[in-house]
């Protein structure tokens, strides 16, 4: 028994008493009990608060090494403590034997039976055959309280405690033994989960209780409110908990699955963006060495006519491209680039008429210069596009 177990069955009584102190306790039920013998409730109390005043009854400060400083759980035959090691200061659990049954030889060796039952479960623990024998185990941790958790550490730090804390469970039911309702001081924060440590066996106990208790420590250890199925899944914990520890495993692992999945989906859609944005970089590289690669065509050339009639010449030095009336030009490339407009309605013109032999002779222009530079400016402004799309990242 716990004392949470004995504060409920003191709330079934009328007028409950306070649960401390305990010996005011015993003394206030015994009185009750003696005014009335036929209250069961009443007689039930009284057992068990008779249990925890007996659970102190006879025994030294130090037992089995380790400094008593708080009662923990309590049965007919032992009681179970925390406090510290007073060799090395650490915490410590020590359930010990009452001193009323100590020297029962069938009881000793039951404490060493239990002692290799718990031994795969709780790390470190030892049986001291002493004057009144006992078992001890170090505390992997201090309690787990809510105002001390962390909640935010991220979500492999989630995967991590809940994941380690729901194995660690699993590993009770697995050994053939239950988990009590547990103490606070029997939920232990390890730091990357959550360990119970009990330090006697149970069977046949219904393992709901143990897994809220849990799932409600991690609910609030985990405070972010971001969706992970992880989160989900203590959230889940915490409403509704599974009728066994395998059952916990199995949402746990589909958690795990249904979280894997989204970080492997995430890292291939991450995997593409960065693949096409090298490619894109590439591209982007070769059209700019195309681009400088390929300078205009020199030369001049007679390119259509205007309105009033006036010839319209091309020229090109190699790096600076005109064309219109020969005494007064438009810019059509240099430098700093095109001029979009100028530059796309001479491929226009150059599409729609073909090119004069007589103009060409008239202004001493090259035929095949109006065709290749033609074709070069219609070439250059794709090219353009190309790496202004490249460039904007469409």
Same mark, same amino acid.
């Given at each position: 028994?716990?004392?949470?177990?004995?504060?409920? $069955?003191?709330?079934? $009584?009328? #007028?409950?008493?306070?649960?401390?102190?305990?010996?005011? $306790?015993?003394h206030s039920l015994e009185a009750r009990a003696d005014a009335d013998p036929s209250d069961g409730a009443v007689r039930d109390a009284l057992l068990a608060a008779h249990g925890r005043v007996m659970a102190e009854a006879g025994l030294r400060p130090v037992v089995g090494g380790v400094q008593r400083e708080q009662l923990v759980r309590w049965d007919a035959t032992t009681s179970t403590w925390v406090g510290h090691d007073v060799r090395t200061g650490?915490?410590?659990?020590?359930?010990v034997a009452l001193a009323s049954v100590a020297r029962d030889p069938l009881l000793r060796r039951q404490l060493v039976r239990d002692a290799r039952a718990l031994g795969p479960l709780v790390p470190g623990l030892r049986v001291v055959d002493d004057e009144i024998p006992c078992l001890v185990?170090?505390?992997p941790g201090p309690a787990f309280q809510v105002a001390a958790a962390g909640g935010t550490a991220g979500v492999p730090a989630l995967a991590r405690m809940v994941t380690h804390t729901i194995a660690g469970l699993v590993a009770w039911e697995e050994r053939g033994l239950g988990l009590p309702r547990l103490d606070d001081t029997e939920l232990r924060d390890a730091g990357d989960r959550l360990v119970v440590i009990v330090l006697t066996p149970f069977s046949d106990t219904d393992s709901r209780h143990v897994l809220a208790t849990v799932a409600d420590a991690l609910g609030a250890w985990w405070r972010d409110e971001s969706a992970h199925p992880l989160a989900e899944l203590v959230h889940a914990l915490c409403e509704t908990a599974p009728d066994t520890l395998g059952d916990a495993a199995r949402r746990t692992v589909s958690a795990l699955a249904t979280a894997l999945a989204?970080? #492997?989906?995430?890292?291939?859609r991450a995997a593409e963006v960065a693949s096409l944005g090298l490619r894109k970089e590439a591209l982007l590289e070769w059209v700019e060495r195309l681009d400088v690669a390929s300078p205009p065509p020199q030369g001049a050339a007679a390119l259509g006519v205007d309105l009033d009639g006036h010839t319209l010449v091309v020229t090109s030095d190699g790096e600076v491209v005109t064309w219109g009336v020969a005494e007064a030009p438009? $810019?059509?490339? +240099?430098?700093?680039?095109? +001029?979009?407009?100028?530059? #796309?309605?001479?491929?226009?013109?150059?599409?729609?008429?073909?090119?004069s032999e007589r103009l060409n002779a008239e202004i001493g222009g090259d035929p095949v210069f109006a065709e290749r530079i033609a074709r070069w400016v219609a070439a250059a402004l794709e090219l353009r596009t190309t790496r202004l799309l490249l460039s904007h990242g469409a």
């Open positions: 028994m716990i004392l949470d177990e004995l504060a409920e $069955l003191l709330e079934t $009584l009328e #007028r409950p008493p306070s649960v401390h102190p305990a010996d005011a $306790l015993l650490e915490a410590a659990m020590v359930r185990a170090p505390l989204g970080e #492997r989906h995430a890292i291939v438009d $810019l059509v490339y +240099d430098e700093d680039g095109f +001029d979009v407009p100028v530059a #796309r309605k001479l491929v226009r013109t150059r599409g729609t008429a073909p090119i």
